[in-house]
Structures are given as structure tokens and as C-alpha cells.
């Protein structure tokens, strides 16, 4: 098949291109390289330094690839900037994310394969772990705007018949994650900075827990929803929660590392409890996480042993 994955220079959009071009796709990547990397990126596929906000070369990219499927992976993708810049935050998720729809629609895709999240759509969840029919009531912009895309990909199939898939990714975690960021990326920045030797902060009692997928597991869900799951919402994720406080005990176990976390605040507006309901995936899709937590610390473990020896001093 041809595949346009955009984000595809990204943590978890790369893995997909990787994952597509092994199971023998062509494949082509729409990434304007904000938060993307060259090195991510799969040297088979294609790549356009685009951004999806720019109608006219979105529409040229998928007028001169023609995909039969579109995985949508691009995103404005951190909770806190989209709290800081909402209209940012919705000119990126929406109206860059209708360029992409509309250029689908004018030039035949298939289906569109949109990443959506788990995490910051049901707010505290009445129901551990969550199904993905948990009424919606998103704590942050980021939240609604990628509600609102799920939306408007209803309102395209119906009017336009362009086919949709969506997946609601949990917390996802591996090689590639950017280690140096602040908010969100818990193994990422506990691995990277115990393997420095520097101090780690758990926000609160660290009793707070998230559903953790392994990003090889992300990927398996994107390959069966080439061939399943039209018109359907599917939580991608482990169903079980994890508390910070476990992933640091374990992280702390790999990386040797013997130095007493310190305790920060709570982090306002977050959610204390998560996790995703994966039943829907497994009955639809065919697919299940196949990455034990142990053996996703471990692999990704090894990854940012490599990085931070390699990092200039
Ligand atoms: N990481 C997680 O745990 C998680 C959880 C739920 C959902 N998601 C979703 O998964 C997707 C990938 O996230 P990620 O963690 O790999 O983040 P990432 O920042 O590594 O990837 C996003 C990619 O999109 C590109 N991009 C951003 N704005 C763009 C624009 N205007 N035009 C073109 N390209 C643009 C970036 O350069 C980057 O390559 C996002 O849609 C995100 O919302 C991630």
C-alpha cells in the first residue's frame, strides 16, 4: 500500500514508518520537523518538510504521493503549551488536520488513520480501566482538539464517504522519546536523568498512575488498522495502571541507581488515576501489546544508556 505518515519524523510516527516499510509498504512522510528528527527518520520512505497548516503544499504532497491511506501522527502534542496557547494548539490539531482531510477527500484516499489520546479525554475517569465509551470531558485544549478532530473525521465519512480509524494511544514510551523534555515523559526523563546520576522529582505522593505502552506495541495497532476498524475508536493500550512510583522502583533497579527520589508538588490538573480499557482493540483489531513493562523499561533502558554516553559532555 501507499502510506502517508505525517509526524513521521516524531518519537512514536517514526516507529510506524519503520514498522510500515518492514511489512513491505511505500511509504511517505509529511513532517515539518518542529518537534520531529532527521535521524528518526526511515531512509525508504519519502519525506516532505511540510507543514500541515500550509494548504496549498499539504494538498501538493498528497496530490503527487496519492496514499491510499493517511496515518495522521502530526501533532501539537504537549498538554502544557496547548493550556499556555490554545488557538496555537487548535490551528495545528484542526484546521492543519482539515488541510490534511480535505486533500484526502480531492484526491481519493482510502482512509485516514488518526492518533488521537486516551489520556487527556476523560478527565479523572469514573472507571479504571476506562472503555472508550467513558463520557468525554478533557481537562485541557489539547484534550479538545483532538476530541474535536475525532469529530469532524464523523462528519467526513458521512458527507464525503472518506473511511477513519481512530486510535486513542495511552502513555506511550521507548527509544526516541526526547529525554530532555520537562512534562509528560516520565520513563524518558527518570532513565535518562538516573543514568546521569542526577537528582529525579516525582510530582506528589507519586501514588498517581498511567497506562504505559511500549511504542512497539503502538506500532503493531497501526499496522492492524490498515486492513480493520473502519468507523471505529480504539483505546491502544495496556489497561493496567502503573504508579510513578513503581516506574521509578524499576527504572531505579536497571540503571543501578541508588539516590532517594525528591517529592515536588502535585501537578496541577492532573489526572491522579488512568487506565484504558483495551478490550475493543483486541475483539476489532486483532492486535495486543505484546511488551511486557519489564521488557519495554529494559529496551528503552539500553537506548538512553547509548544516548547519554554518546552526548556531548
Ligand atoms: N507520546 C504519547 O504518550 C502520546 C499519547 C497520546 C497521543 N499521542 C499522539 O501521538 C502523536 C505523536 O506524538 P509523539 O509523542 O510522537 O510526539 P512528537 O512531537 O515526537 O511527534 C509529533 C510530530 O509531528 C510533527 N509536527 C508537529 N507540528 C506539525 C505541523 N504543524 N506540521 C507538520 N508536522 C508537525 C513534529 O515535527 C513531530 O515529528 C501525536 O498526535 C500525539 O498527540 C502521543
Partial sequence: MRILVTGGAGFIGSHVVDA????????????????????????????????????????????SFRPEIVNHHAAQSEVPKS??????????????????????????????????????????????????DHPVRPLSPYGTSKFSFEQYLGTFKRTFGLEFTVLRYANIYGPRQD???EEGRVVAIFASRMLERKPVTIDGDG????????????ATANLAALERGEGEIFHVSTGVPV??????????ILT?????????????GDVYRIALNNTRARRD????????????????????????LQAPV
Fill in 20 to 63: 510500515y516499510v518492514a511489512a513491505g509498504h511505500e511509504v511517505a512522510v509529511l513532517d515539518n520537523f518542529s518537534t520531529g528528527n532527521e535521524a528518526n527518520l526511515n531512509s525508504a520512505a519519502e519525506v516532505h518538510r511540510v507543514d500541515l497548516r500550509d494548504q496549498a503544499a499539504v494538498e501538493k504532497v498528497v496530490a
Fill in 83 to 132: 493550556v499556555a496557547d490554545p488557538g496555537l494548539d487548535a490551528h495545528i490539531n484542526i484546521v492543519g488536520g482539515l488541510n490534511l482531510l480535505k486533500a484526502s477527500v480531492d484526491h481519493k484516499v482510502k482512509k485516514v488513520i488518526f492518533i488521537s489520546t486516551g489520556g487527556a479525554l476523560y478527565g479523572e475517569p469514573d472507571v479504571v480501566p476506562a472503555d472508550e
Fill in 179 to 181: 529525554f530532555y523534555a
Fill in 207 to 218: 501514588e498517581q498512575s498511567r497506562d504505559m505502552l511500549h511504542v512497539g506495541d503502538a
Fill in 243 to 252: 504508579s510513578v512510583n513503581d516506574l521509578f522502583r524499576k527504572l531505579a
Fill in 256 to 268: 543501578d541507581y541508588k539516590i532517594a527520589p525528591n517529592h515536588g508538588p502535585r501537578r496541577k
Fill in 285 to 308: 483489531l486483532g492486535w495486543e501489546p505484546r511488551v511486557s513493562l519489564e521488557e519495554g523499561l529494559s529496551l528503552t533502558v539500553d537506548y538512553f544508556r547509548e544516548q547519554v
